[in-house]
């Protein structure tokens, strides 16, 4: 998956808990995404980076927060995970005008 | 407001057959539009994009797409489908600006090749 890993892949966690989810790249690419999967909803843009401390938000920030210290590190943050928020969560990056790649993904869930 | 739209929840194609998956699109100006293929436990790849230039979009794996501006529909096509077809397929476009910023997705459609 061109040099993408999202860690973890599977979490389960407890509604007010925070979680950190990773995601790392070999690409050396200048920008850095966040997506939702849901069902009936595609794919939905969370945050976005182009460059390290770079940020902005997406479609449907509320509730997260990211951080990029380094380029190939993008962190996702829930300060406080609500059942709302289970999902499927991708990572992608991209070098514009080209395409974005697409990580494995990590399934969270809220309980 | 600008989107995209696949309105079929799922395609059900006879391997060798040629398949269609729709996406119309709602977006001003000129449009980039892109399509991805998501297979089972997997990220999303990318199929092809329409910037400018040709209505005719060759892309991977035998997959090509028409862009109709009178119609305003982006449909994905191939002429003979493999089992291996078998997916869900997003069309896509940029969030804000020329794509750099974020895709935002279609519901997405998924395909069934039938033996």
């Known amino acids: 998956d061109a040099g993408i890993t999202q860690s973890p892949r599977h979490k389960v966690t407890e509604t007010g808990t925070p979680v950190t989810l990773r995601c790392h790249q070999t690409?050396?690419?200048?920008?850095m995404y966040w997506y939702r999967q849901d069902p009936g909803h595609g794919l939905r843009l969370i945050h976005y980076s182009y460059g390290v401390k770079d940020t902005d938000k997406g479609e449907v920030s509320d509730g997260y927060s990211v951080s990029r210290s380094k380029t190939e590190d993008f962190l996702l943050t829930l300060e406080s995970a609500t059942s709302s928020q289970t999902s499927v969560y991708f990572c992608?990056?991209?070098?514009?005008?080209?395409?974005?790649?697409f990580g494995p993904g990590t399934r969270l869930t809220v309980l | 407001a600008q989107s995209v739209a696949q309105p079929e929840d799922q395609v059900n194609v006879a391997e060798g057959n040629p398949l269609t998956v729709k996406c119309t699109y709602s977006?001003?100006?000129?449009?980039?539009l892109f399509w991805y293929v998501q297979y089972p436990n997997r990220g999303l790849q990318f199929l092809l994009k329409y910037i400018t230039g040709d209505n005719l979009v060759k892309g991977s794996y035998g997959f090509e797409a028409e862009f109709n501006k009178s119609q305003t529909s982006f449909h994905l096509k191939k002429p003979s489908a493999l089992a291996s077809d078998s997916a869900l397929y997003f069309c896509a476009y940029p969030w804000s600006g020329g794509g750099a910023d974020g895709l935002t997705f279609g519901k997405g459609t998924h395909l069934i090749i039938q033996p």
């Open positions: 992608a990056i991209s070098e514009p005008p080209n395409e974005q790649f």
């Open positions: 690409e050396n690419h200048r920008y």
């Open positions: 977006v001003s100006g000129n449009p980039y």
